[in-house]
């Protein structure tokens, strides 16, 4: 069976996001960092999440970026394809979310799209075609002072007809409540004169509904969950069987490393509930920038450590000791000197033969990643909401959990730990 579902994420945790509703679904999925350069084994494989930076970059940028990922995954024959955005619509005044699926319905020679960012189980819902944030518009929330993609419109048909080249309709509320039937009808109508329908979403039956319409369609787009009815689709149409195991992962053995470099709320207490039980040893970026600490005490303390099972390396600190080690460095250069010194730490201890990490830290997960320098994720379980454990997979398998700031309850270590075993 090949790959029924080629997806394009504009940012890495984006991608997560989906590939884990996809897993979910019954969909065996895999996550591709960046367009891969290198054949990659997708035997067994339903969907493909690629992973881009797109969101902010210059739109001819993203515009190259996104088309190339469709280009690689129209050579795989999928089904359909899927361009995920943030379910806050993020974007610049230029884009990209209009340029970019502007460009991918042109390469795969479709005409019609749909426009469904909305999450219920988050908040975020659509009526009228305006974008609410829990019980906010979008442009009276948060998002309209994002330092980067500030979203001051709520209303999608306007912010989208600003950023693309064809026209934009609605289909709404009332037609998305009677069912998958009235919304495909209603797609079929807009089609013969509009590129984009934006449709009302405020439940998560409307989503399985608006999915169930959208079987036909050779590009979809939108946020995470309007992937939760897509392997049905699949199903109905005899391509496929929902999956059981679709997040089953490898079984490894060996000790697990906890790094920790977030200094959240939520992180802090979980570095001190982590600490009660296993061993652990502070990063200090002072000490490393004096040149007193060197790579090589840690791993000596982690060859005398790793018989306990799991060890953890934290940077983790209160905001009055970070204050003043930013004081002291400067806060880039802080920054910089404890992602380095755990990229280097994870590369060591890759060599070592650890196949297990759990990373604290949205930056801080990015450089474990880049040192990894994984090609696929295989997506497992939810260790919490927004978090699975996955697996680089290859000649040297490892088990990884990335959790960015305050995702995961007191115990979320503990939890990776155990679903690692
Ligand atoms: P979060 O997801 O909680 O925002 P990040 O990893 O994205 O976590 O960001 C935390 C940042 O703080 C990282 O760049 C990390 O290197 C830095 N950091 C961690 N510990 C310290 C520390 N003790 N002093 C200064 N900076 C630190």
């Known amino acids: 069976m090949s790959v029924l579902l080629g997806c394009i994420a504009d940012d890495f945790t984006g991608a997560t996001d989906l590939a884990s509703f996809l897993v979910q679904s019954g969909m065996k999925t895999v996550q591709l960092i960046g367009v891969p350069t290198e054949p990659v084994d997708l035997s067994g494989i339903d969907a493909v999440v690629i992973a881009l930076k797109s969101r902010t970059l210059p739109s001819e940028v993203a515009i190259r970026q996104s088309l190339d990922a469709l280009k690689w995954l129209k050579e795989l024959n999928c089904e359909q394809y899927y361009f995920k955005y943030c379910s806050t619509f993020d974007s610049t005044a230029k884009g990209n979310i209009g340029p970019v699926t502007d460009a991918l319905l042109d390469e795969l020679e479709e005409s019609f799209t749909i426009i469904c960012p909305s999450l219920p189980i988050n908040g975020r819902t659509v009526y009228k075609g305006n974008l609410f944030v829990n019980d906010e518009l979008l442009s009276e929330s948060g998002m309209r002072n994002h330092p980067l993609t500030p979203m001051t419109d709520a209303n999608l048909l306007r912010v989208m007809a600003s950023q693309s080249s064809g026209k934009v309709g609605l289909v709404p509320f009332e037609v998305v409540s009677q069912g998958a039937q009235s919304i495909k009808k209603a797609f079929t109508t807009l089609a013969k004169n509009h590129r984009y329908a934006v449709v009302d979403t405020v439940s998560n039956s409307d989503l399985e509904a608006i999915g169930e319409a959208c079987a036909n369609l050779k590009l979809i787009t939108g946020g995470s969950g309007l992937s939760i009815g897509l392997a049905k689709n ?6 496929f069987k929902i999956r059981e195991n679709s997040a089953d992962l490898s079984k490894l053995t060996g000790t697990a490393v906890v790094l920790s470099g977030s200094c959240s709320v939520m992180t802090q207490k979980q570095v001190s509930q982590f600490q009660k039980h296993h061993p652990s040893k502070k990063i200090d970026p ?3 920038a004096s040149g007193k600490t060197k ?3 840690f791993l000596t303390w982690f060859d005398q450590k790793r018989t306990a ?6 940077a983790t600190d209160m905001p009055e000791n970070i204050k003043q080690v ?5 806060v880039e250069r802080a920054s910089e000197i404890v992602e380095q010194f755990m990229a280097n730490l994870v590369s060591a201890l890759d060599k070592r033969g650890v196949t297990k990490f759990i990373v604290a830290g949205g930056e801080t997960s990015g450089a474990v990643v880049k040192a990894l ?7 497992g379980h939810s260790i919490a909401p927004g978090v699975p454990l996955t697996e680089i997979v290859g000649n040297s398998p490892k088990l990884l959990a990335l ?3 305050n995702f995961g309850d007191e115990d979320f270590f503990e939890k990776a730990l155990e679903m690692m075993k």
């Open 403 to 405: 959790k960015s700031g």
């Open 295 to 297: 790579l090589d005490e």
């Open 326 to 330: 930013q004081e002291e460095l400067g």
């Open 373 to 379: 320098n994984p090609s696929l994720l295989k997506i």
């Open 309 to 314: 099972g799991a060890v953890m390396f934290f």
């Open 234 to 239: 699949f199903q109905n149409k005899g391509l």
């Open 286 to 288: 002072i000490e490393i």
